[in-house]
């Protein structure tokens, strides 16, 4: 029978099927092969021995939680209190996209902002939409509601961005408290922390909202540089097919930086990564 992982607590994996949830053991061979199944995971079992017996190829794979098949990232991006970090929001988009993790917009807080706060921030909220990335307010309930169907998804921000003031307003009757970054029911602080994926608007949430692998481990320069989407539109305008649109001439980057085609702080902060 083949299912999916949505929880696990030690050695015990809670594997949801269309039958129900079975708690299994997974079989030693997966230790004897360096692998051991994680929340996300599909997976093939024995419904009566309960042992899991086979997992099926990942599609992607986070770290922090530890947690497989992540279909979407809700990058939880403040405007202000803590003010809007260009860089933040860049980083979490290239790891994204290096995990080939859908990312999805949604800024918080625009009630914070002044009339010209708000006027300079506006084609920066424009520039990401015109790149390809979903971009939402975090008022638009409804839209937001909709990239949850069918999917499995992960919250991640800065502190204080107000993924659980999001969360409750998605689903009200979680009562989380400002500040709480887990959605998970009666735990107490000095519970055991495992990861488990919940129902939520038609998909599976993880309870434990924001991957914190924020360093570039695994990837090389060329990584960072490829998962900048917007550079590879005008790579072939670049005199070399290595290039790094920094200290090369003839290259069309930086020319889009100038004419303003691409985003300055995108840029910027592309610079910065490679450092």
């Keep these: 029978m083949q299912g999916k992982i949505v929880k696990q607590i030690s050695n015990d994996y809670t594997v949801k099927s269309l039958d129900g949830e079975f708690v299994c053991k997974a079989r030693g061979k997966f230790r004897n092969l360096g692998l051991s199944p994680i929340v996300g995971d599909e997976v093939v079992f024995d419904e009566k021995g309960k042992y899991i017996l086979?997992?099926?190829?990942?599609?992607?794979?986070?770290?922090?939680?530890?947690?497989?098949?992540?279909?979407?990232?809700?990058?939880?991006?403040s405007l202000k209190r803590p003010d809007f970090s260009s860089n933040l929001l860049d980083k979490f988009l290239v790891i994204c996209e290096y995990n080939r993790v859908k990312p999805v917009i949604v800024f918080t807080k625009a009630d914070l902002l002044t009339k010209d706060e708000k006027k300079e921030f506006e084609p920066i909220m424009n520039y990401y939409k015109k790149i390809g990335y979903e971009v939402y307010m975090n008022d638009d309930i409804s839209s937001i509601k909709k990239v949850f169907l069918n999917k499995v998804s992960v919250f991640t921000g800065q502190s204080g961005a107000g993924k659980s003031t999001l969360l409750n307003k998605i689903k009200p009757d979680l009562n989380l408290k400002t500040g709480e970054i887990s959605i998970a029911l009666n735990r107490g602080k000095h519970t055991t922390r495992h990861t488990e994926l919940i129902e939520l608007c038609g998909g599976l949430v993880a309870d434990t909202p924001g991957f914190s692998a924020l360093d570039f481990n695994g990837m090389s320069k060329e990584d960072i540089r490829d998962n900048f989407i917007e550079f590879n539109l005008y790579r072939d305008g670049c005199q070399f097919r290595d290039c790094f649109h920094i200290h090369e001439k003839k290259c069309m980057v930086k020319e889009k930086v100038l004419d303003g085609s691409i985003l300055k702080s995108r840029y910027d902060n592309y610079i910065n990564f490679l450092k």
Excluded: G, Y
């Excluded at 794979?61 to 990232?73: G, K, Q, T, Y």
């Design 54 to 77: 086979d997992i099926l190829p990942r599609r992607s794979e986070l770290h922090r939680p530890v947690i497989a098949n992540v279909d979407v990232v809700l990058i939880i991006t």
